[in-house]
């Protein structure tokens, strides 16, 4: 075992022991937490590597890292997530290799996403990103609608050809009634998350927490969790 493999399996053993222990925590079942690995700035070797250890969700945030990585894993089962926030003019490329969009939060997006999704014959999971931090029809820093705006993402993507509508996701807000409260934030994301299915009962997907916060985003209810630095570490970055 390569000296990377055995960092990367040490950090993968560490996330697992405390998603495992925050879900008994919680009263759930372990399988009911599917573990992401945000490869952003990280080398497709990495990926490799991770795929080895049994990793089968990955994610990244800009295309321009993206789009050469998932090209040089192809040949690996991998479900690929977007997470960054998406313009317009790099839709036809993430559509090309991203099974989840999480970061939808705009009918443009939505409208975008559907055309490549159509055009390469692929259907595309879709979240609706959740800004806590907003105000009323507003978006926050890191993208994302407001609460009240997400009926109206939701019924978009419902009516838009080659696009999935999964669930929810968020980041824990940096500013506003949220900030530095996770679990509270977390709980407001399954309260929303609850609604979207009351209609809408396949869309149970409900991405939040990362390496900092997963325990509270396991507590409150999250099905996925996104996890990047106790995964990969501090090392010298691409680009």
Not at 34 to 45: D, E, G, M, R
Not at 86 to 104: E, G
Not at 124 to 153: F, K, N
Not at 171 to 183: D, E, F, N, S, T
Request: glycine fraction near 8%; hydrophobic fraction near 45%.
């Amino acid at each position: 075992m390569t000296d990377r493999k055995e960092q990367l399996a040490a950090n993968l053993a560490r996330v697992e022991e405390r998603i495992a222990s925050a879900c008994a925590g919680a009263g759930r079942a372990r399988d009911e937490v599917t573990l992401i690995v945000v490869t952003k700035t990280y080398p497709a070797s990495d990926v490799r590597i991770l795929h080895e250890l049994g990793v089968r969700h990955v994610a990244e945030n800009r295309d321009q890292d993206a789009a050469p990585k998932a090209t040089a894993c192809a040949d690996l089962s991998l479900t690929w997530h977007f997470v960054g926030q998406l313009q317009t003019n790099k839709v036809r490329s993430v559509a090309s290799y991203a099974d989840v969009v999480q970061s939808v939060d705009r009918v443009r997006l939505v409208t975008a996403l559907s055309a490549a999704a159509v055009r390469g014959e692929r259907e595309l999971g879709c979240l609706v990103q959740v800004a806590l931090d907003a105000e009323s029809g507003e978006r926050g820093e890191r993208g994302g609608v407001a609460p009240d705006g997400i009926e109206e993402l939701a019924a978009a993507v419902d009516a838009a050809p080659g696009l999935r509508l999964d669930g929810l996701m968020t980041v824990a807000p940096l500013a506003g009634p949220y900030a530095g409260r996770q679990r509270a934030a977390f709980d407001r994301l399954m309260e929303c998350a609850s609604r979207l299915r009351a209609d809408r009962p396949a869309a149970n997907m409900v991405s939040a927490g990362m390496s900092a916060d997963l325990e509270d985003a396991v507590a409150a209810g999250a099905t996925h969790v996104r996890v990047g630095t106790a995964v990969l570490g501090d090392r010298p970055r691409l680009g």
